[in-house]
Nanobody, 122 residues
Framework: QVQLVESGGGMVQAGESLRLSCAPS????????MAWYRQAPGKQRELVAAITSGGHTNYGDSVKGRFTISRDDAKDTVFLEMNSLKPEDTAVYYCAADRLVAAFVLNEYDYWGQGTQVTVSS
């Protein structure tokens, strides 16, 4: 079983930046698809960004041009660089991963982290 551990959340002011990281506990999982989702209070969980081991990426419309997803394939670690943060980016951010590339296409992931809070004040 893959356990994902997120880090890097916190509280910032609008316009500032944060970098989230997510790594599995252990090694050798070969996670082909990795992603970040977020869920704000009273709202449905939404895809923020996703990336495959081949470098293909996908972004939610609300973060395009501001957020960048990247990964370290050797460590199955995924990062989310968040710039120009807005109050509406406030949410719990979840890391997701899967051994299959299909997860990237279907937005269906087997493994999830516990989440990290990001709060952006105006």
């Amino acid at each position: 079983q893959v356990q994902l551990v997120e880090s890097g959340g916190g509280m910032v002011q609008a316009g500032e930046s944060l970098r989230l990281s997510c790594a599995p506990s252990g090694s050798g999982f070969s996670l082909k698809s990795m992603a970040w989702y977020r869920q704000a209070p009273g709202k449905q969980r939404e895809l923020v960004a996703a990336i495959t081991s081949g470098g293909h990426t996908n972004y939610g419309d609300s973060v395009k041009g501001r957020f960048t997803i990247s990964r370290d394939d050797a460590k199955d670690t995924v990062f989310l660089e968040m710039n120009s943060l807005k109050p509406e980016d406030t949410a719990v951010y979840y890391c997701a991963a899967d051994r299959l590339v299909a997860a990237f296409v279907l937005n269906e992931y087997d493994y999830w982290g516990q989440g990290t809070q990001v709060t952006v004040s105006s």
